[in-house]
């Protein structure tokens, strides 16, 4: 730690009347800044290695507005240093982005599960997981880097599903009667009476009359 001198706080009366001041311990350990020249604890010092303190001379606040008046004076220098470091380091800041990136768009994900669902990732990796690892109805697996759609009807969260599901489920208006019909519908091979087998058929040649006429 810094050891200031008996006296080396006197203020200009004290020092002209001769007073001795012995520093009290919260002094003894206060720095002073070689710019500004006040005394500060050490905190307000950046590091620097050698020197006898451990600490660089000027205090934070001038050693911020020195570094501040130069970039102020050497902006477009200071600019294209930066620029001509970029390109010359450019797998390095490339691999830097992707990791910001990959980081930030994760936050951002934290960030929509816990306000919107009160989930937190590690939920929705169960989630997923408890579904085997996919679409909770076609089994699709997410693409990398990509999650699927969290299904809710309002503050319940039902599941995990790709977003062709999740759209399936809305056009069919959740509506089991619905889906089961289309499932019959399926299945028949689509409704057709008697009556409009025909005109199906007709329907059918016609078209294929067009095919056929257009070609
Ligand atoms: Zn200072
Ligand atoms: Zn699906």
Not at 3 to 20: L, M, P, V, W, Y
Not at 65 to 79: G, H, P
Request: glycine share 10%; net charge positive; aromatic share 6%.
């Amino acid at each position: 730690m810094y050891k200031k001198e008996e006296n080396e706080f006197r203020t200009s009366a004290q020092r002209s009347h001769g007073i001795t001041v012995t520093p009290c311990s919260y002094h003894r350990t206060m720095k002073r800044c070689t710019k500004c020249g006040l005394s500060k604890p050490p905190a307000e010092f950046y590091a620097v290695k050698g020197g006898r303190d451990g600490l660089r001379g000027d205090c934070k606040a001038c050693h911020a507005a020195r570094a501040k008046a130069w970039y102020a004076k050497n902006r477009v220098k200071a600019i294209a240093n930066v620029k001509r470091w970029q390109q010359e380091n450019a797998e390095h800041v490339r691999a830097y982005r992707r990791e910001h990136n990959a980081s930030r768009t994760r936050e951002i994900r934290a960030g929509h599960l816990r306000r919107t669902f009160g989930l937190s990732l590690d939920d929705y990796d169960a989630m997923l997981a408890a579904q085997g690892g996919g679409c909770a109805i076609c089994g699709e697996q997410p693409m990398a880097g990509q999650s699927l759609h969290i299904d809710h009807l309002g503050d319940v969260v039902r599941g995990i599903l790709c977003i062709r599901c999740n759209n399936a489920l809305g056009l069919l208006k959740e509506d089991t009667e619905l889906v089961g019909i289309a499932r019959d519908y399926i299945d028949c091979g689509g409704f057709v009476t008697p009556g409009v087998y025909e005109a199906r058929e007709l329907a059918v040649d016609r078209a294929r009359g067009l095919v056929k006429g257009s070609g």
